[in-house]
């Protein structure tokens, strides 16, 4: 799953980061669609991974999404030790699978597979920007 590594360091090298931090300043959670085979990657590539095209494009991720798993984080990786204990979370959103940090405000024992979530982008201090999931 790669949970470990999630942070906006890890998570940005992968992929169109400005692009992807310029949605997110608009408000919008974006992954990349395949035009080629239809495959949908969050986070999102430059190019498939799949079919090896890159004929991709930007496609939005909101409404409803579905908690499917999610893990209690108590050692964070370098740079994030100051955020622990957070949860990170699977989430489906009609078949696009995000993952990223349930937000604080929600109670650790109110969390429950299957059950309604959203996500939004959250301002992180310097200036960061990242998302999290919030209850629907
Ligand atoms: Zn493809």
Redesign the pocket.
Known sequence: MGFEKFGVVSFTAQTRASDFIDYLEKGEIRGTK??????VFFPPRA???????K??EWIEIKGQGTLISFTKVNYAPTGFEGDVPYILALVDFDGIKVFGRLSKDLPEDSVKVGMALKVTPLALPEDKLTYEFLPA
Do not use: E
Not at 34 to 39: E, F, M, Q
Not at 47 to 53: E, F, Q, R
């Open positions: 395949c035009n080629l085979c239809g495959r190019d498939c991974s799949w079919c090896m095209s004929d991709v």
